[in-house]
Every structure is written in C-alpha cells, then in structure tokens.
C-alpha cells in the first residue's frame, strides 16, 4: 500500500511539476507607511479629505461605490464630519469640520452639514419624475448613495474595453495588501502596453486593464493646498478608499481599548476572588 | 489567650478582605453585563440610512383647489391640501372656536423657518394623532364628519379644515410637516 | 440526576415551587452542588467558554437577521449596511464573525483536552458522542452561515462543498440538485441555507442539554482519570469550579475581544468582500481556518484507488476523519484513562497534535507547491549531427489512420539508413517524417533546478545545435518533489494511523505507570506543602 501511495506520489509530481503559480500573483504590494495601520492608530482625516477629491474627480468616472451614500462624509468619524466647537478667541460656538485634538464639541447632524450638501448636489444622480414616470437626472442629496459612473455591468464593460472596474466600496479589504495594494497598483506602472492592457508588477498576472489614472502630477488641485504629485495622491486615495471600507475603525479602536482594560481588571479580580475561594484546598 | 485573639483579629480581616474581592468582582461584572447589552437594545433604533432619509419636494402646481394628495415622507403620508376659499374662511373663524388642542390657522400653515406660509396649502401629516389611522378627507365617500376637514374612520376623530381636532378620541390636531417653499410652486418636506 | 439532592428551600414561595416545578432544586444540584474532581484543571474549563460562545453566536445571530437579507441581489448590501449604519451593527457582525473562530478555538481545545485524559471512556461513551454530534453540527452551521454575506468565498466554498455531496455513490447528483433547489448556488440555496443556519444553533443547544446531563450523570473526568470514591475527592462545583471557570472565560475574553476590536477581518478571507460571482472563480478557494485540516484530507487524495476515484476517496476520508471519533470510545482498549500515566501514548498524542496542526497549515496552502526536491530536473538531449536528412510527407484519410501512417514513415526511413526518426505534424492529416542518416550521434544532459529553467535551457540548447541537425531527441525527467499534497498525506496517513492502528494496538502492549489509587492521594502527593 505505502508503497502504491510513493509511486503514486511520484507520478503525481511528474504531472504537476513546474506548476506556474507564482507567475500569476503580482508583486508584493510596496511597504508603505499610513497612520491607521497600528493596533492604535486612526486616519488622518486631511489625507481622507484630499483622497476624496481624488476618488471625485479621477476615479469616479470609471469606479462606483455602492455601499457609501454621500452622508457617510459628514457621519461621525467621516472626513467632513461638524462639530460645534467653542472659538477660545471670541468664546462664541461655531461650526467646524473634525475635532481639534483635545476639543469637546457636539457632533452636527449630517442633515445640517453644509459641506455634505453641497459635495452632494456636485453629483447628477438619476431619478424618477413623478410627473412624466421618466429617468431624470437631479443633483444628489446626502441619502443617495454614490453617483454610479454607469447604468448596469454591460454599460461598464463597454466603456472598458470589456473589462469590469470594480467597485470600491470595500477594496482595501477585498485585497489582501490592503491599502498599500492600491497604493502600489497607483504607483506601480512601468509605462509599457501589451495590446490594450498596460503593464503593472503589482497586479495578479502583471497585465491590467485600467489605464493608468495618476498619469501626471497636479492632476487635481487640492482645496488645501498640498503639492499633489502622484505619490501623494495615490497615498491620499489609498487612506480615503481605507476609511470607506472601514468607516468605524476609529470607535472600534477606541471601544477595544476600553473593552480590554475592563477585561483585564475584572480578570484580576476574578483571578484573586478564585484564589480566595478555593483558599485552604488542595487542588 | 493572646495568641488566640490575634488569630481572631486576622481571620476577621481575611473575610473582609474575601467579602471585598467578590463584592468588586460581582460589581465590576455587573457593570460589564449592562454595557454589554446596551449595543443590543440600541441596533434596533433606525439606523443611519434610515435616519438621513431624505427630503421629499412636491410640485403644488399639479393639485386642484379643493384636492389633496398624500405625499410620502419618510415613510409616512402627508396631507398635501388645496384649500378653497371656503374651506379658509372657515378655518379662521373656528380660531375662536371651542377647541381641544388651540391652535390658529395662520401657525397651522407656517414653514419650518419659521416665515408664514400660504392660507391655500395646509402640509399636515396624515396619521390621526389617535392611534395613526389616515383619516379621510371631506370630499371622499366615505367621510362622515362634521367640520368639512379630515374624517378618521378607524375610532371617528373628526378634524375641521385646518385640521384641528374637533371631535373623537385624537388628542392633538394633526401635526404640521416641516416644510418650506423652494419657490411659488413647489415644496420641500423635512 | 441520580442520588440524593441537597437542595432545601428556604422560602415559602421556593418551597410552593419546589413541589410544582422543581427547577431550582434541578438547577441547584446540576450547578451548585454538583460533585465536581477536586483536581480538574484549566483545561476543563473550556465548556464554560463553549457555552459562552453558543450563547454568543445565537444572540448575536438572532440580531443580525433582524438587519440581514437572505437576497442574493441584498445580501452583500445588507451585510455592509449593518457594518455601516444600524447601530452598533459593526460590532455586533465582528463578535458574529470572530465568535465562530472562537468558538471553534475552544471547541478543539476542549476535543484534544478529551482525547488526552480519556473523557471518552466508560462510562462516558454517550457523553463523548453527544460532543462529536455537536462538532458535526457546529461544522454544518459555521459552513451554512458562510455562505450568507455572499461573497466570493461564500459563493465557491459553498459550490465545493455541495459538489463533495455529489461524489456519494448514485444518489450523489440527486442530493446536491436537492440541496440546492436548482443546478447551481442560487437564491434558494440562499433562502433555505439562512433558514438552516438560524434552526443549527438551536438544535446545538438542545444536544448541548443531552451533552450536560450525560455529564452529570457520568460525573466529570479528571486529569488523574481516577473516579472520585469519597467525598475528599470532590469539591461542590460553585464556588469552586464556578470561579475558575470565570476566571478562565474572562481570559478567553480578552483574546477574543482582541479579534473583535483591532483586528475583525484577521481570521477571514479577502475575496469574501468580492460580491459573489457566479462566472468567475477565484484563484484560491480556502475554507475557515477551523476547517483547514479536513479541506487537507480532502484534497491528499490526488490518487484513484482502484476502482474508488480520487475524489470520492478523498470525500470519504474527509468523513471519515470525522466519523472515526464518533468510535473512539471503543478503539483505544487501554484500561488506563488518562495519557497522564501512558508515558507511550502520551506521545504519540503528542504527534498527533501536531500533525492536526500541520493538517491545517497544509490546508491553507497552495497544493502544489513544493516543499523539498532532493534532485532536479534533467533532460537527455541526442541528435545527429552533420548527418544526412531525408523527409517524406504523410497524408492520410482521417486522423485515426495517422498513427499507422506515421508507424509506416518511420519504418520505411529507418529502412533507408535513418539511424533516428522524428515526425513533425502539421494538421490532424498531415505531416512531415524526417530521417537522419550517417553523421555522428551526440548525447547532451542537461540538469535544473525547476522545470522553466529546464526549459530555458533546452531552449538554448536547441539554438546551440541549431542548423547541425534537423531535429533533436528531448527526454524529460523530473525529480521527485515532496509538495504541500505529498505532505498531506504523510499527516492525513497518521491521523489514521494514530486512530486506527496506534490507540488500539498501545492499549494492549504498553506499560502504563501506576496510576493512583484516589484522587485526594494524587493531590496531596503533589501539592504537598503548598496551600
């Protein structure tokens, strides 16, 4: 029988020798630094906020991102989130986006968030008139979700070349790189094409499809001001598109350090009640 | 004797020393318990995308006078009501009227910012503040009220042409949406 | 419960009860009083954290399909909106997806921690089976419950596993249409896999209750496998037990509230947050980690055995990994309880756990990588060189006339002095034989460490020979190499071994240590001195 099982064994290898598997994954993705990858770590919300106006005005034409609805922007721990914060100059309260670190400040409903409102209405969304029963396009209010760059798959693959480009609600932890993936595939054309597809070392089978969208630098004027060279803007779009695939990482941080503490200290009371208990009994 | 005493005196603090330990533990088990059914009872609440539900715009250039459509806010019908001269007149002189909830009929027609609205169009949500049913209006068959309004036909709250309560169980008139004019012929609910 | 209860009512009301519903004086001698091995030890405390876990999961389960939309258009949007928007949804769907990694953590725990101290024998078989039937359902429930967010993952892990149903002889395809409810993974499959997965846990719950009482019927083994004989032997299980449990749950808690909170997505798979996709598989399906081992023993059988095919067998021994401990109680036949004092098999065990271990890691793995390969890849090269060449063209009728063709070409120009012949085919009936005559053989071997490179060396190779020859002879050989699968096997073959041969054969040879007569005695000779 074992010896069956080397025999067989060894054809089995004859066949699969030389499997070509390593071939097909892309490179490992660059070893990049962002804020949010430590136990403790969160977002910076000005890299979210620039990454957004990248997402808008580079990705959004060809990539939809269904699950985010243009409120998600000004919803606690979102980039354009207002808080009423007291002015120390004047004493008066006054709206402002984020939290300064070390501020108190009452969170403003997103419903009242003017920054939302108005990136929102920036976005042509379809609609139904109630009066005629036809498609119109209106601009967006803050429950719609994500303008859709096109009407269904077919439409996608048409304007593409055939190829489908994915949504990017959650692509940071649909990939296994996770931030520094998309960071990598931004960054990481080498300028060459093979027929209609560029390559790309950090992409599965090295060809990819999409053409490179940070082709130049200043491809969009940041509202803040930062030099927007194609490193910075891939970096910004990497830690934007972490955020909307993860909105709530920051309480949950914040949550699991309170979790554990607690845990820790009624593990200790627990441990020295046990103690007591079985005090004087051999065990 | 003296021997016995200090081992009295150190078995006494032992158990007090015991009693704390499990008095903590117990209390600081508690606490953990209860906040941890809060998130529990709390993911019933609406959730977000039910909360941002969004505003809803009505074009009044569609309804007749002496109509009305149900708008749907949120979720829930709001009267929409053009209003005939008669019907306002008869609003106005009922301010004076004996009524549960007082209430005039120029407040009835306000916008949301606060500026007046239109004596023509009442916005009001449409659940009878009874028990929520939809009351009918004066113009439908099956209306049997009194006071030319809203005739509710689940416990008989009979509501007059500003919607105030006149009659039946309701305890409050029908409450106004909030809304504004985004221009002569059109509004914005919520 | 056998024996005498000590339970006394204290109060009216607990007395007028205790005649109509006796469910203190139940609770009371199964929770409190219950005589429980003074010498029990951590761990034993994993039912504890089992129970935790149910409780848990059926919570946690129970809210999440408030949110939740066994749609395949919603799923994934349902999943994400309750990560997202209702509130506290993200924490409620992490301790759902971690509390299945726990629960399965704690699961082999308490498993192993049964096969060390012998948990399963006499007069605890039913106790032992009533766990492996949780097992098995915990395993259905957590593939179900896969399925549900309806991704990648979900979608393919649940295609695989309801193929592996169609490798059971003649009913095979009927079962998995059935399963089904269509050809393929659908929404009915969706509907009726979410009415599954919310009626598993409670049907758990329900053996989990014949699990206790068979426990209490039993009593509780103990690290020594000595029964208890007098009261010294025991203690009442609260406070004793009862504290330690907590203490140990509170630890487990941590561990568990690390996955939650810093990092919810560790343990799962990133193609789950690609929506499902009917037309598109992904390169590597894996399962949950927990199910690693049994995805290895399904996936070692690369081989036909006989007239079983390679993957009806490796279904089988999937199962079988799982059934042969359903007999476990009656294939060790040592009378020793505990490895405690079976210094032999103790080690074995020992190995066992490891291989279990190992079994997972290979599952996780791709196939056919390689792990060794003690030689490497060789060609043997010949051609003639400056030899003469002569050709003859082939045309036949119909392919399967081209083998005689082509037999008869060689032939004949072997007949004409062609010391080597080759035929280069063209269509399905065509073709060009070449022969080579006079000139001087030559033999080349070359050796590689893959076969790419092999190739490329040929490759250059031929170039090198070029036009000295019209052909050349290519013999490939490769080495032996010991992949990920080959691996599987050696693990898959013990963890056989190790039930079926090992347990039963060392229960009759081995020479067990003395083991003690009473469990107080074991005690007090250990912990002499210590309080």
Known sequence: ?283 | MAEATAGGAHETLETTRRDFIFIAAGAVGAVGTAATIWPFIDQMNPAADTRAMSTTEVNLSQIPVGQEIKAIWQGKPVFVRHRTPAEISQALRDDYAQLKDPQMDEDRTKQSNGSPGKAEWLILQANCTHLGCVPLPSFDPGYRGHYGGWFCPCHGSDYDTSGRIRQGPAPKNLYVAPYVYLNDTSIRIG | MSGSSTYEPKSGFTRWLDKRLPIIRLTHDSFVAFPTPRNINYWWTFGAMLSLCLGVQIVTGIVLAMHYQPNIHDAFASVQRIQRDVPFGWLIQNLHAVGASMFFLAVYVHMFRGIYYGSYKAPREVLWILGCLIYVLMVATAFLGYTLPWGQMSFWGATVITNILGAIPFVGESIQVWIRGGGAIDQPTLNRFFSLHYLLPFVIAGVVVLHVWALHEAGQNNPTGVEPKTKDDTVPFTPYATMKDLFATSLFLILFATFVFFMPQALGHSDNFIPANPVQTPSEIVPEWYLLPFYAILRAFDFNIGPIDSKTAGVFAMFASIGVLFILPWLDTSRVRSMRYRPAARWWFMIFVAVALALGWCGGQNPSTVLAQPGSFRATLNWIANGQTSQQRIQVASPAAFQAASDAAEAQLRAQGATMTSVVRESGTTALALGVSRGSPETRVITAATSDDLEAEITAAKAQIGGSSPFVAIKREAPFQFTVTRFAQLLTAYYFFFFIVLLPLLGLREKPNRVPDTIAKSVLGQTQGAS
């Open chain 1, 1 to 283: 029988m074992l010896r069956r099982i080397a025999i067989a064994a060894a054809v089995a290898a004859v066949a699969l020798g030389g499997s070509a598997y390593a071939a097909n994954e892309g490179r490992p993705p660059k070893d990049v630094h962002f804020s949010f990858q430590s136990p403790l770590g969160s977002y910076d919300m000005a890299a979210v906020q620039r990454g957004f106006q990248v997402y808008a005005q580079v990705c959004s034409t060809c990539h939809s991102m269904e699950h985010l609805s243009y409120r998600n922007l000004g919803e606690p721990g979102g980039p354009f989130a207002e808080y009423s914060v007291r002015n120390h100059q004047t004493g008066e309260m006054e709206n402002r986006v984020g939290l300064p670190a070390g501020e108190h400040g009452e969170y403003v409903d997103v419903v009242n968030n003017p920054y939302v409102r108005a990136i929102a209405a920036g976005f042509q969304v379809p609609d139904i008139d109630q009066t005629t029963g036809e498609v119109t396009q209106r601009p967006a209010r803050p429950s719609d979700h994500f303008r859709n760059p096109f009407a269904n798959e077919y439409a996608a693959r048409a304007a593409n070349n055939g190829a489908l480009p994915p949504d990017l609600s959650v692509i940071t932890l649909a990939r296994a790189g996770g931030a520094a993936y998309v960071f990598s595939i931004l960054t990481g054309y080498t300028g060459e094409m093979r027929g209609t597809q560029y390559v790309n070392d950090y992409f599965p089978g090295r060809l990819i499809s999409m053409p490179p969208p940070l082709a130049s630098d200043g491809l969009v004027t940041y509202s803040d001001g930062t030099t927007a060279t194609r490193d910075q803007m891939a970096r910004d779009v990497a830690q934007y598109l972490q955020w909307a695939a993860d909105p709530h990482m920051e309480a949950r941080k914040t949550m699991g350090v309170q979790v554990i503490i607690f845990l820790l200290v009624l593990s200790a009371l627990l441990y020295l009640a046990y103690k007591a208990v079985w005090r004087g009994q051999s065990h």
